[in-house]
């Protein structure tokens, strides 16, 4: 499972040397799930002493916003009405058995506080804030569900919606930007749901692609049009309102992992890959890459677009690191490079609301909010 053009690090092939592959990647994680589950869900190891929550002072430094999580972080997403306040979907044992935990939590001037937290039987991997209800978010998990939460309903009442209609692990979910009573979620049984709230199933299926789908991004004009990336290396644009995608693009070599539209140019598109870069399209001229920007030493599990920049893009990578980058710039792209992570660097976000505001989390159980003028760990 090593990934192309680099041996998988020591750590990562410990981890999954002894699984059986359900469908092989190129990439040293995805693509690679457990056995099946037998019996009662996997639980952390009795005796296990690990703090839980915001760190102390003494170890997080003056001003910085660290958060410990019980299991390791998977995606992080600022909500798009309250300042400070943000998602984090987190998966025991790296995702690979066991369960999960949706966590809700607020920046405080004692640092990161929990507001909610919701348990899973299966991990979670993704997470997405509705855009029509402050409180409410869906979670994709690894049993295939897409899990529905209100965190101003009382516990007992949570999830508020079990969507169960995938064949195999849920990998991303994104809510319509436009049209905001819809989301969409993307699996690794090769397809891809639209859901709204008031229908008991999905609205339709997409399936297409040949792989695994990692990720679904809706535009952020047009509520009607939105696109995928997959394991089949392919870089799909899709409008509801059609039988069939509208544009394939051979995006990368190896699979495709993430995906964003451009915020401020709506035929602007930004992929990365497990070959290691990140690739600018423009989809009215898609035959050949804008702009092709290595730097990562392993897989570019995720990139975003600047809310408040058309030419910012921030890029998270196996190698444990997160970065920023100039694509319009005429040389060297690389803004800045952190390395706060210990382990793989899998969950990053923008804040919409406040410029300059990053989230990151990975499976070191870490999740950092920082202004990027400043160092995560200061």
């Known amino acids: 499972v090593d990934p192309p053009g680099g041996q998988t690090p020591p750590h990562t092939r410990a981890r999954v040397r002894d699984l059986k592959p359900r469908r092989l990647g190129s990439g040293p994680v995805d693509g690679f799930a457990s056995e099946p589950k037998q019996g009662k869900p996997g639980r952390a190891r009795p005796g296990t002493t690990v703090q839980f929550g915001p760190l102390p002072l003494e170890e997080r430094g003056g001003g910085a916003m660290f958060y410990k999580t019980q299991f390791n972080g998977y995606s992080v997403k600022f909500s798009p009405y309250n300042e400070g306040r943000i998602a984090v979907a987190t998966a025991q044992n790296f995702g690979i058995i066991g369960n999960g935990r949706q ?191 290595p730097g990562h030493n392993y897989a570019v599990r995720k990139v975003i677009c600047s809310p408040h920049a058309g030419n910012l893009v921030a890029s998270c990578s196996y190698d444990m690191t997160v970065c920023f980058w100039d694509i319009k710039a005429p040389g060297e792209p690389l803004v800045q490079r952190w390395a706060h992570h210990t382990e793989f660097a899998v969950g990053l976000d923008l804040s919409v609301l406040q410029e300059g505001m990053w989230a990151s989390t990975g499976w070191d159980e870490l999740v950092y909010v920082w202004h990027q003028s400043q160092d995560p760990r200061s």
Not at 148 to 173: K, T
Not at 221 to 238: P, R, V
């Open 103 to 293: 966590y809700v939590l607020d920046v405080t001037p004692q640092g990161l506080r929990e507001v909610a937290a919701f348990d899973t039987v299966d991990g979670l991997y993704d997470c997405t804030w509705c855009e029509g209800n402050e409180n409410v978010l869906a979670s994709a998990s690894g049993d295939g569900s897409v899990k529905v939460w209100d965190i101003a309903a009382p516990n007992q009442m949570n999830p508020i919606r079990s969507f169960e209609e995938h064949g195999h692990e849920v990998y991303c979910v994104n809510w319509n930007l436009v049209n905001r009573d819809c989301f969409l979620s993307a699996s690794w049984d090769d397809t891809i749901k639209l859901w709204n709230l008031q229908s008991p199933g999905s609205l339709r299926t997409f399936a297409e692609h040949r792989y695994c789908c990692y990720a679904v991004a809706w535009c952020p004009t047009n509520g009607e049009t939105f696109a995928s990336a997959s394991g089949d290396c392919t870089l799909k644009l899709w409008d509801i309102r059609q039988p069939a995608s509208t544009l394939t693009i051979r995006a990368h070599e190896f699979e495709v992992l993430s995906c964003d539209w451009n915020k401020y140019e709506d035929f602007t598109l930004v992929t990365g890959s497990v070959d290691k870069t990140m690739r600018v399209w423009d989809i009215r001229q898609p035959s050949v890459p804008v702009r092709i920007m």
